[in-house]
């Protein structure tokens, strides 16, 4: 079953981040997609929850150099 989460993200200032953070959709197993918008600080995961959890792509994220600082269910 697929779910979406939305991340709040500090640290994302510019389109190369954003690009940096969608990379995540090749990196994990799981990942349906993802889409960044430094903008609004924000990445969107749709995921399948039988493959990979929050937690995983949270910690995804702060390898990446990143702070989730909320998650939107």
Known sequence: MSRTIT?????????????????????????LRAE???????LVVEFDESKVDEARIEKEVERLGYKVSAINR
């Open 7 to 31: 991340l709040q993200i500090d640290g994302m200032h510019c389109t190369n981040c954003a690009m940096t953070l969608e990379g995540i959709e090749d990196r994990l197993p799981g990942i």
């Open 36 to 42: 960044a918008s430094y903008r609004h600080a924000r």
